[in-house]
DNA sequence: CCCCTTATGTACCAATAGGTAAGGAATTGG
DNA sequence: CCAATTCCTTACCTATTGGTACATAAGGGG
């Protein structure tokens, strides 16, 4: 069975990232339907009928926003060794954040940190997504330690914590307009610091200087 | 002149404190003035001939919440060193991050990071009185150097930003529900980067076992 | 060619947003 | 005791919010 009734007039996923732009610039109680609909270029009911409602649009959108531009995350976990995989997430982190074609900060913290009380659960689904991130992370230090590049006795779960940490107040950073260079300075010394908590000889000379 | 008129049914500070915390669990647009004035116990009018309106409240409580909640920064500028400073702050902000009869997390950030159309100013005031704080901060730093608890060619900019990039980690951290407990295993792996970014000597036996 | 299906545009809805007008209730100064 | 002043209460305002009913347009299947 092919295609039945009239053909939508808009491609799915271009709306969806114009949508997901919106929320990324305003924030989910920020983007109203006028703007999103606008930014869109549909109407209402296109909308509602294409995506639900305003929630289920912003989830569709964050999900998109994991897919397409937090890819650079899922290549870090790649990366052979611990540090590595580090170094890696937090440098292409922070050139995320600080994109000129793009809102600058992370749609996971500009979506939304403290909601409406009809939206509480908008920002509990981005933080629960968030901290969905740090539990791979951590798994893949559990990963490291048993391939020997991180040291016996490490705390995965801390250690990803921290990187989190780190790139969670980089994003923060990016959206109050902290240049992408200045960032750059704050990942290698959050480097440093992993090095020494993880007790592992750095591989790399200090680039600062 | 005494007072003239009817006396104010209400106590100015206490009621800034209600909307305060109102604010630090919804954030600026997510609280409405039906909730703000229900938490502060009076009518619309008598909030906007005390305060103005919802933008100058939440400027005010805003102003509160940094002479009030955020006190143990300014005590942490005092300390004697720079790794001192850092250690103070980074401490007693995890524990204002996670106090139990306090909202989780920071009004800083809570307050919004981004914001509708109309309200762009309000995540811009925020982003402006954090950097404010990293530059006092940063000051803080080109004191220890010229004191000598911090070496020659030490970054402070860099350093500051740096510590703060990890209290606002945090804050979005403790916002997400994160433990206190975890939050002080991620400031002492901080310690640890700091000391090691500034090349000084670690006064400290490492706390985490 | 007609029917069924699906999408679109317009116009609308109730609820809520932030904000205010107006009159009565306290208080001080004379 | 009255006037002036300040505040509180009730009721209201306009604009906007997220969300929909309904008629119409555009395509495929028989």
Not at 32 to 49: F, Q, V
Request: with cysteine; hydrophobic share 45%.
């Amino acid at each position: 069975m092919t295609q039945r009734g009239r053909p939508r007039a808009f491609d799915d996923e271009q709306a969806l990232d114009r949508a997901m732009e919106v929320f990324w610039r305003h924030g989910y109680e920020g983007a109203s339907l006028a703007e999103l609909t606008a930014a869109m270029g549909i109407n209402k009911p296109s909308l509602y009928a294409a995506y639900g409602n305003k929630e289920e649009l912003f989830r569709k959108a964050v999900g998109r926003y994991a897919e397409t531009e937090m890819a650079y995350a899922r290549d870090a976990l790649d990366q052979p060794t611990a540090y590595e995989v580090v170094a890696a997430f937090l440098r292409a982190n922070v050139a995320a954040l600080t994109r000129l074609d793009r809102p600058a900060g992370c749609l996971s913290i500009q979506g939304g940190t403290a909601c409406g009380t009809d939206n509480t659960n908008v920002a509990e689904f981005l933080a629960a997504s968030r901290l969905a991130g740090e539990r791979q992370l951590a798994d893949r230090f559990v990963r490291a330690v048993e391939e020997g590049d991180l040291p016996e006795g490490s705390d995965p779960e801390a250690l990803a914590r921290f990187v989190m940490v780190v790139s969670e107040g980089h994003a923060i950073h990016a959206a109050a307009g902290v240049s992408r260079a200045q960032l750059e300075q704050s990942a290698e010394i959050a480097l440093h610091a992993f090095t020494a908590a993880a007790r592992i000889e750095r591989p790399l000379p200090t680039p600062a200087g």
